[in-house]
Each structure stands twice: as structure tokens, then as C-alpha cells.
């Protein structure tokens, strides 16, 4: 158990939909970052918050936004789904802003 | 601009044999490198970091890696391997403190154990 906790573990929506993916980071971790596994793209960064403020952004989709909370748990939050948004979402936390991340147990997203 | 290659996608060895799953990268910048693990349908768990210092790592389950500056390659290596192993195996880069670019970590396609019995 890396202390990171990701919910929902599985989520099935259809494509239009608005969905929403919460993540608390261990504790003491100010970083949290999210990444997407996919067969096709592997695993894609998507966006790190540090302290509450956006630090990084990667492959994110302007559909796809995220924000972290003044108690340091973090939301994504992925709209107007496509079916090619199915995959795994990681969220990984670090105490600071690099360093080894660990990560959660993931959602995994089905779009039908 | 930083990239990872693991040159293999499938490496099989049977039970109690040593294993290598090879990881080079590419960088403009000073790196920190790291092996994560998959087991099938869970998140990926460190197995080993390098940040600085011995570039001889050891890290968790009997798995080590050697950093290779000059080679640019962060190989891992276990001298006997047991069925629990098998699974995805994933190299990650990131900069460095200082080095001007962020935390986020650039992973390999990812490198399937399959240890036999």
C-alpha cells in the first residue's frame, strides 16, 4: 500500500459525459501528479499541482482539467468523453516537487 | 527534451535464473531514474530510485541497477528471479533539482517478466 488513494477503482460512463476522478496524495506529500496508461500511448503525463498551485502541464486534453484542494487531495476531471478516453488513471504523489513519486491503485475509465 | 528506451518489450527466464531488462534514456539535462513495477490489474510500485551518489542502486525484492552517465543507461538486474516476478516492468526519467525542468516523469514502453517455471 503506497498511502496514495484513488477513487472510484472503475468507472463506466458513455461518451458526452462529464466524469470526475479524486485522489488524496500520502501524507506529508505536497505534489500530486496524474498520469493516463493506455495500450496504445502507454503511460502519459498529464498534470502536476504542487501545494495547490499548477506546476506542470503535459499531454492534457483542454476537455480534461484538474485542480488540488487547500487539503491537498486533488480532483480530474475529464469531460465530453470520447472512446478514446478509456484507459487507467494514475494519480502519484511526492513531499516535494520532483523526486520518486508513488502511486495509487488507478481508475480505470470505460467509455461506451 | 528528455526520452526513455527499453530495448526489450518481453523478456522470458526461467525460475532461479539472473535477469537484465535494459533502459537507456536520452536528456539535455542532469536526471533522477527510477524502476517502477506492475503487477496485472495494480498501480505501479517503486522498485529502486537513483537521485545522486553510488550509482550502484539497490532497491526492493533483490533488484538492483547500475547508472551509466556515460552510456546514458540505467539497466536493472536481479541474480535470481521467482515466479512472483513476472510482470510489467517500467524505467521513468525526470530532471533534476536545478536542472530547470519539472518533476514529471517520462517513462519507458514498459518491459514484460515472464519467469517460467
Known amino acids: 500500500d503506497s498511502g496514495v488513494t484513488q477513487t472510484p477503482k472503475h468507472l463506466i460512463t458513455a461518451t458526452g459525459q462529464r466524469v470526475t476522478l479524486r485522489c488524496s496524495p500520502r501524507?506529508?506529500?505536497?505534489?500530486v501528479y496524474w498520469y493516463q496508461q493506455s495500450l496504445d500511448q502507454g503511460l502519459q503525463f498529464l498534470i502536476q499541482?504542487?501545494?495547490?498551485?499548477?506546476?506542470a502541464k503535459g499531454n492534457i486534453l483542454e476537455r480534461f482539467s484538474a485542480q488540488q484542494f487547500p487539503d491537498l487531495h486533488s480532483e480530474l476531471n475529464l469531460s465530453s468523453l470520447e472512446l478514446g478516453d478509456s484507459a487507467l488513471y494514475f494519480c502519484?504523489?511526492?513531499?516535494?516537487?520532483?523526486?520518486?513519486?508513488?502511486f495509487g491503485p488507478g481508475t480505470r475509465l470505460t467509455v461506451t | 527534451a528528455q526520452s526513455v528506451t527499453q530495448l526489450d518489450s518481453q523478456v522470458p527466464v526461467f525460475e532461479e535464473a539472473p535477469v537484465e531488462l535494459r533502459c537507456n534514456y536520452s536528456s539535455s539535462v542532469s536526471v533522477y531514474l527510477f524502476w517502477y513495477v506492475q503487477y496485472p490489474n495494480q498501480g505501479l510500485q517503486l522498485l529502486l530510485k537513483y537521485l545522486s551518489g553510488s550509482t550502484l542502486v539497490k532497491g526492493i525484492n533483490g533488484f538492483e541497477a547500475e547508472f551509466n552517465k556515460s552510456q546514458t543507461s540505467f539497466h536493472l538486474r536481479k541474480p535470481s528471479v521467482h515466479i512472483s516476478d513476472t510482470a510489467e516492468y517500467f524505467c521513468a526519467v525526470s530532471g533534476t533539482i536545478g536542472s530547470g525542468n519539472t518533476g514529471k516523469l517520462i517513462f519507458g514502453q514498459g518491459t514484460t517478466l515472464q519467469v517460467k517455471p
Open positions: 502519484a504523489s511526492s513531499v516535494e516537487n520532483r523526486g520518486e513519486q508513488y
Open positions: 501524507s506529508g506529500d505536497l505534489s
Open positions: 499541482y504542487y501545494n495547490g498551485e499548477e506546476r
